[in-house]
């Protein structure tokens, strides 16, 4: 048999769809016997405990008083360049272009061998700072020099493509979940603790910045409270945070509102509500869409970037124009207030996010890529491997 590959992933170890995606791949990897190693500025919040064939090594910076910043960007090329030499690393997986790609591709060249650099587009790296005419010429030196490029969706692909004249392929590898993880949780009891059983509950998750759009979901949800018995529940941290706050207060909507922090289990707060909404400006693809989705709940959001090719209108959730708070009300109450519909949306969540977005089906995917910019034969029992979906 085949000796399994040696993996290096560098992502931003905070909260965030990112972060999480690159932590859980490297989980699975290491399940299929690959050795993974983590390169980071701190332990990704998702890695937690000890796993079999997990790697972790910390990336330190110095703070030496001739740099007015930090020189984070030096020392994780370093660190790769030092970690992928010690362990004869086959490839790194670089989660995000800037600064991430640009430094593994640095790092190659120190290394020397025959080291492989695999790119995944996550959004903002695209959207954000490819519209930045400082480092759009970076990023575009970054994806094109990369031995393979993936992306999220379909949407982020045209839009790299057309925001910096990108032309080399890039492969589409959608977000996933882990069905082992998520899943509807018994939370019986612990609802009773956030909402009255009449009482229905609305969720959003996020880092509260402004793309999220987040005073929107106030605004959904005092149309809403004012037609049905209901709650609303807001988990994570960030700038708007503060704004949002003062406006709960404003509108006299305190009493209905808990706002939970940064949590860890979200499968289990997500099993809390019945409705999740996400009405961001743009989207690459919308990760906790999916996770609530794996939980049994459906997602009203709006129509922008990746989301349509996660949620199909009126069959796994809803979608509005971004902004139209009135119409995502709308949809709120419809199927809040319609059993049979309902219950047919919340299947199809669940089968949607279950055999659309298989953790197995999209690890395999990428393993087939690792293989092949390292002009490597997958081996024979990795190739006929049946996803678990």
Do not use: W
Request: charged residues 25%.
């Amino acid at each position: 048999m085949e000796k399994k590959l040696k993996i290096g992933i560098t992502c931003y170890p905070t909260l965030g769809g990112s972060g999480v995606v690159a932590t859980e791949l490297g989980k699975l990897l290491a399940e299929k016997g690959h050795e993974v190693h983590f390169i980071t500025h701190s332990m990704p919040f998702r890695l937690g405990k000890f796993d079999k064939n997990i790697f972790y090594h910390e990336v330190e910076v110095s703070d030496y008083y001739v740099f007015r910043y930090p020189p984070y960007d030096l020392s994780l090329a370093s660190k790769l360049a030092q970690v992928a030499q010690m362990n004869q690393l086959d490839l790194l997986h670089v989660h995000y272009a800037i600064p991430h790609a640009v430094c593994a591709l640095l790092a190659k060249q120190m290394a020397g061998g025959s080291l492989k650099v695999v790119t995944t587009l996550h959004g903002t790296d695209i959207t954000v700072l490819g519209q930045d005419q400082s480092i759009s010429n970076l990023i575009r030196y970054a994806i094109n020099e990369s031995d393979a490029v993936t992306a999220v969706s379909n949407n982020l692909i045209e839009e790299t493509r057309s925001l910096l004249d990108i032309s080399r392929p890039i492969d589409l590898a959608y977000n996933f979940i882990d069905k082992r993880e998520y899943y509807p949780r018994d939370v019986q009891e612990l609802r009773l603790e956030f909402a009255r059983p009449d009482e229905k509950i609305l969720i959003h998750i996020s880092n509260f910045r402004p793309v999220k759009r987040v005073s929107d979901i106030v605004d959904i949800f005092a149309q809403v409270a004012k037609k049905i018995p209901s709650r609303l529940i807001f988990v994570g941290e960030g700038p708007e945070l503060c704004k949002i706050i003062a406006k709960v207060k404003d509108l006299g909507l305190t009493e209905k509102v808990t706002f939970c922090g940064t949590q860890d289990d979200v499968a289990q707060i997500l099993s809390l509500a019945d409705v999740n909404l996400l009405p961001s400006e743009k989207e690459s693809f919308g990760l906790v869409a999916l996770e609530a989705m794996a939980c049994g709940v459906p997602t009203v959001a709006s129509n922008a970037g990746g989301i349509p090719e996660l949620i199909t209108h009126g069959e796994s959730g809803y979608l509005a124009e971004v902004g139209d708070t009135e119409t995502m009300a709308n949809y709120t109450l419809k199927l809040l207030t319609d059993r049979e519909l309902y219950a047919r949306m919340v299947e199809a969540c669940q089968y949607r996010a279950r055999f659309t977005f298989c953790n197995d089906l999209i690890r395999k995917q990428y393993e087939e890529i690792y293989y092949r910019v390292l002009g490597r034969e997958m081996p024979e029992e990795m190739k006929l491997e049946e996803p678990i979906c």
